[in-house]
C-alpha cells in the first residue's frame, strides 16, 4: 500500500518560519508535492521535488530526502493568509496518495 | 482559461437517488482525476482517467461509475446515493504523466439525506 503520515496541525506566529513534514511509505514513488487549501476551496499546486534536496519558490521552499522516505515544506516570513490545510502528495504510475493534511494556524 | 470547472457547486440528494457530477477542463490535459474529501481524511481518489477512452479505479470505488466523454470531460455518477457519499468531491487534471502537478477544480459540496 502507500501511505503518507503528517501531523495534523501546525500553529505559528506571524513573521516566523515553520517546516511541515511528511513522511512516507510508497512503492514506485515519483516524487514529492505540496499543495495547499484555504477553507471552503480547492487544493492549490505549491511545488514538487523528484531529486533530492531544497527547492524554492518565494517564501516556500521544499525538501525531499529519498534515501529517509521524508520531505518538508517550509514556510518562511509567515502571513496570516497562510492559515490553511498543506497536504503532501506522491505515489506511483497514476495513482497519487495524498496525505491527511497539516492545518496551519498563524497567530498575529 | 477557466481551469478545471465543475457543475454543481452545492446538491443535496435523498437516499437512492441518482446524479452525475461533470467536469470540464480546456488546459489540453489527457488525464483527470475524481476525488472525495471528507474531514480529516484528506484526498482519497475515486477513479481516474490516465487519457482519453481509459478509466480506473482507485482507492474508493464503490458506488461510483464514471465517463470520460471526450479529453475535456469526466463525469462522476452516483447510482444509488447513501449517506456515506456525503462529502466534497474535487475533480482535477494533469499533463501526461505529470500526475505530480495536478489542477483541482472548486469542488461539489454533496449531502446525501
Known amino acids: 500500500g502507500q501511505s503518507l503520515e503528517q501531523p495534523s496541525e501546525v500553529t505559528a506566529v506571524e513573521g516566523a518560519i515553520v517546516q511541515i513534514n511528511c513522511t512516507y511509505q510508497?512503492?514506485?514513488?515519483?516524487?514529492l508535492s505540496w499543495y495547499q487549501q484555504h477553507d471552503g476551496g480547492a487544493p492549490t499546486f505549491l511545488s514538487y521535488?523528484?531529486?533530492?534536496g531544497l527547492e524554492e519558490t518565494g517564501r516556500f521552499s521544499s525538501f525531499l530526502s529519498r534515501s529517509d522516505s521524508y520531505g518538508y515544506l517550509l514556510l518562511q516570513e509567515l502571513q496570516m493568509k497562510d492559515s490553511a490545510s498543506y497536504f503532501c502528495?506522491?505515489?506511483?504510475?497514476?495513482?497519487?496518495?495524498f496525505g491527511r493534511g497539516t492545518s496551519l494556524i498563524v497567530h498575529p | 482559461n477557466a481551469g478545471v470547472t465543475q457543475t454543481p457547486k452545492f446538491q443535496v440528494l435523498k437516499t437512492g437517488q441518482s446524479m452525475t457530477l461533470q467536469c470540464a477542463q480546456d488546459?489540453?490535459?489527457?488525464?483527470m482525476y475524481w476525488y472525495r474529501q471528507d474531514p480529516g481524511m484528506g484526498l482519497r481518489l475515486i477513479y481516474y482517467?490516465?487519457?482519453?477512452?481509459?478509466?480506473d479505479k482507485g482507492e474508493v470505488p464503490n458506488g461510483y461509475n464514471v465517463s470520460r466523454l471526450n479529453k475535456r470531460e469526466f463525469s462522476l455518477r452516483l447510482e444509488s446515493a447513501a449517506p456515506s457519499q456525503t462529502s466534497v468531491y474535487f475533480c482535477?487534471?494533469?499533463?501526461?504523466?505529470?500526475?505530480?502537478?495536478?489542477?483541482f477544480g472548486p469542488g461539489t459540496r454533496l449531502t446525501v439525506l
Open positions: 521535488n523528484a531529486l533530492d
Open positions: 488546459m489540453n490535459h489527457n488525464s
Open positions: 482535477a487534471s494533469s499533463e501526461p504523466a505529470r500526475v505530480d502537478t495536478q489542477y
Open positions: 482517467s490516465a487519457s482519453e477512452g481509459t478509466t
Open positions: 510508497t512503492s514506485g514513488f515519483y516524487g
Open positions: 502528495s506522491g505515489g506511483g504510475s497514476y495513482i497519487p496518495t
